[in-house]
């Protein structure tokens, strides 16, 4: 992701999200695409959350700090209006890929 991405990311109701050249509204924002038009405010994201990273306030769905990546707020979203941003993820899989594994004689 971009730091300009990022950025815009910030201002609620900003822009289109480059993953969605369909005219749909998405809000980006580090980690997370939002659709407030697709959402209907259940608030499942914000309970599934592990992080405790996603908030509903002032009617729409922010993500703070903390998030992890695991995507669980996408798989359980029941109206489909969050996706994770493509940018992010691939981000995570590279740094988890150069993280050092379990020093030898660790396991056991
Ligand atoms: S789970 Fe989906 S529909 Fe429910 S509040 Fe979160 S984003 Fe909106
Ligand atoms: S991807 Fe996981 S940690 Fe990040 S906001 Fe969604 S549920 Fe929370």
Do not use: Q
Request: negative net charge; charged residues 30%.
């Amino acid at each position: 992701m971009t730091r300009d991405r990022a950025a815009g990311a910030i201002a609620f109701g900003s822009g289109i999200s480059d993953d969605h050249k369909d005219g749909i509204r998405w809000v980006d924002y580090r980690n997370i695409s939002w659709n407030p038009v697709f959402c209907k405010r259940c608030d499942i994201c914000v309970e599934i959350c592990p992080k405790d990273t996603l908030v509903l306030r002032n009617d729409a769905i922010i993500e703070e700090d903390n998030c992890i990546l695991c995507g669980l707020c996408e798989r359980y979203c029941p109206d489909l209006a969050i996706e994770m941003i493509p940018e992010a993820v691939a981000a995570h899989e590279a740094r988890a890929k150069e993280a050092p594994a379990d020093p030898p004689g660790e396991a056991g």
